[in-house]
Structure formats: structure tokens, C-alpha cells
């Protein structure tokens, strides 16, 4: 049984779209075909989920969230809006995506990751840009405005504040060094 959603009158869905129980959905969101939101999710305006994607329990996209196909955002994450999120991408469990991050294709977030886009002043710097076939691991936190190349893996619990240029790398630790 399906009820208590709320969602706007222009929300355009694909074919064979689930929904649970307890949503909000807001003006002008889109969904691709065979896309699964579950229970007690907001979707705010202006957000597009590509086909095959299944959003899980208590997620929050904000306002100009684009996520690509066959994506899974597990339950409890949440994007501060204007973030664009490539195909094949796993967001794990509690992990925050900042205002203005790219993650490209094949990547996979463990759980709690943290991103930021503001710096210690406050000011808005940027989200980061993530390559594809990136592995960051549970708890990393990346910095606003840096940039991750390709196939790069960054283990767990490790702080990575300047951006990583070379494809293929391991970075471990706070701050975040080259091991690999």
C-alpha cells in the first residue's frame, strides 16, 4: 500500500517507477524508466534520476541534483543540491554530497563519506570533482574545489584537502599521502 506521498503535479516518471510510502517530491523532477524511491525520501525541484537508479530509505536531494543511470544512493544520503552524479555510482549509507560535486561513472562511495564545499571562511569555493572508477573509503572527507583523477582508491578515514592528479593512486591518511 502505497500512501502519504506528496508530490508535485508536473513530476514526469518513466516506465515500471516504484515508490514507497512518506515522499515528497517536488516542480520539474524527472525519473528515467525502472527507477525505485522507497519510504520517507524528499526530493526538492529541478532534480533528474536516471533510469534503473534505486534511491533507498531517508534521502535528501536538494534542489539541482542529477544523478545518471543505475545508480544506487543508499538510505540516509544527502546532496546539498547543484551536484551531478555519473552511471554506475554507489553512494553508501549517510554520505553527504556537497553543493557542486561531480563524480564520475563506476565510482563507489562507502558509507559516511563527507564532502564540503565551503572553506574556513565560509565562502562558497566549490564542490570537488571526483574521476571515475574512484573507491573513497568510509568516513574520508574531501575538501571543496579539488579534483580527483580517474581509478584513484582513497582508504578509509583519510582527509584528502588538495586535489590528486595522478590516475590510478592510493591515498591514505590525514592528511591524505600517497602510498600507491
Do not use: W
Amino acid at each position: 500500500m502505497k500512501e502519504l506521498n506528496i508530490i508535485a503535479a508536473d513530476f514526469k516518471q518513466g516506465d515500471n517507477f516504484k515508490i514507497g510510502s512518506f515522499n515528497v517530491i517536488g516542480n520539474q523532477v524527472v525519473v528515467g524508466n525502472n527507477v525505485t524511491i522507497e519510504n520517507s525520501c524528499v526530493i526538492a525541484s529541478n532534480v533528474t534520476i536516471g533510469d534503473g537508479t534505486i534511491i533507498k530509505n531517508h534521502v535528501e536531494l536538494r534542489e539541482g541534483t542529477v544523478i545518471g543511470e543505475n545508480c544506487l544512493i543508499d538510505s540516509k544520503v544527502s546532496s546539498s543540491g547543484n551536484c551531478k552524479i555519473g552511471n554506475n555510482v554507489t553512494l553508501r549509507y549517510d554520505t553527504i554530497i556537497a553543493r557542486g560535486i561531480v563524480i564520475g561513472d563506476n565510482t563507489y562511495v562507502c558509507p559516511r563519506v563527507m564532502t564540503n564545499n565551503l572553506d574556513s571562511g565560509k565562502n562558497a569555493i566549490g564542490g570537488a570533482q571526483i574521476g571515475k572508477n574512484c573507491f573513497i573509503g568510509t568516513n574520508a572527507v574531501i575538501q571543496h574545489g579539488i579534483k580527483i583523477a580517474d581509478n584513484v582508491t582513497i582508504g578509509s578515514m583519510t582527509f584528502v584537502n588538495k586535489s590528486i592528479e595522478e590516475a590510478g593512486s592510493t591515498y591514505v591518511g590525514i592528511p591524505a599521502k600517497k602510498i600507491k
